[in-house]
């Protein structure tokens, strides 16, 4: 019970975390300060497939012989997997998979699973939760009731349900259809070429972000550059092709037109718009919903950035985020046809 708690207090700090930002942000009036975003403020992402992680290893071996259970909040038989075979249709203990595993049919795991290398899960799978050391592959049409977590690759084929929370220490792959809430990985990309196991996104310059405001303009003409941060009461629009050396923030709704480009911070209370192709370097953050096309790209790779809405997000195929997606009212991949 204890540790169920501990969960809870963790889990509802990394949720909240990202709303406070904007209590770290420095816009003094035509002041060259630098904005700040509070590092320490962040909770560890990968804290639920860390801990249990953490808990059956040091259960499992017990004054050297072999433990085959584990005490959460209430003790659980541990299966040990060696041969596919061990896998049926209903599986009711929690499995320690110690082999490489693709499993051809779909199944329903009741309790967690531990794969220490590469693991493959059938379309239509329904997973309590699972941390792999190697490779997570989950097929289509699958369920994740809670996480799922991989220190490598983790791959959500078209239609799957990503439960509370999917990460990874290194990439996430997130096809067209999922729904999800949390997503966390130095690289999440939208894409529905899950067999493209390469990363090729490459480390951006940083680029400057000018403080000296302007307040209150209404847009931001196409291919113009303003190397200015807005802080405007009014509905924003930044045009194509334009380039904002700055900061942004609007109390009314903000869109960012094609192949648009924001160095900086984009925060506001209404809606945000992110046409395809466009870049924004820095955090989104919106009270309202997030709608983001085709081809965009949140971040910048070797930094950890959050994108988060408190209400719907839509994500568009091909697009990219380096960090963190949050939303509190459920989020979902759109198809290659896109949101616009």
């Known amino acids: 019970m204890l540790e169920l708690v501990a969960c809870c207090i963790v889990f509802t700090s990394i949720t909240l975390f990202p709303f406070g930002l ?42 050297g012989g072999i433990n085959d259970r584990l005490f959460l909040s209430k003790e659980e038989r541990i299966l040990y997997i060696k041969d596919r075979r061990q896998i049926e249709e209903m599986m009711d203990k929690l499995l320690f998979v110690r082999i490489p595993l693709k499993i051809d049919k779909k199944a329903v795991f009741l309790k967690e699973v531990y794969a220490e290398e590469k693991i493959v899960f059938a379309a239509s799978s329904v997973i309590r939760a699972v941390s792999g050391k190697k490779e997570v592959i989950i097929g289509e049409n699958s369920v994740v009731k809670r996480w799922a977590d991989a220190d490598e690759l983790l791959v959500l084929k078209n239609n799957c349900h990503a439960g509370k929370s999917i990460t990874s220490g290194k990439r996430v792959i997130i096809s067209s259809g999922c729904e999800f809430l949390r997503i966390y990985a130095p690289v999440i990309e939208i894409s529905d070429c899950v067999e493209k196991t390469d990363d090729d996104s490459i480390v951006c310059e940083d680029m400057h972000v000018y403080k000296k ?10 291919s113009e550059e303003l190397k200015n941060t807005i802080i405007t009461s009014h509905n924003l629009q930044i045009g194509e092709n334009a ?47 997030i709608y983001i096309g085709a081809g965009v790209e949140i971040g910048r790779k070797g930094k950890i950035k959050s994108v988060i809405s408190r209400e719907q997000m839509y994500i568009g195929v091909g697009s990219r985020v380096y960090g963190y997606i949050g939303t509190e009212r459920g989020g979902k991949v759109m198809n290659k046809d896109g949101i616009f």
């Open 243 to 289: 380039v904002v050396y700055g900061d942004i923030k609007s109390t009314g709704n903000i869109k960012i037109c094609k192949n648009a480009i924001v160095t900086g911070n984009v925060f506001a209370d209404g809606t945000i718009i992110i046409e395809d192709y466009a870049k924004v370097f820095e955090n989104v953050f919106t009270e309202s919903a």
């Open 22 to 63: 904007g209590r770290f942000l420095d816009f003094d009036d035509g002041v060259e300060t630098s904005l700040v975003v509070r590092s320490d403020n962040i909770k560890n992402p990968r804290y639920f497939s860390e801990s249990f992680r953490r808990l059956l290893l040091d259960a499992i071996e017990v004054n």
């Open 213 to 222: 405001i302007v307040r209150n303009i209404k847009s931001v003409a196409e």
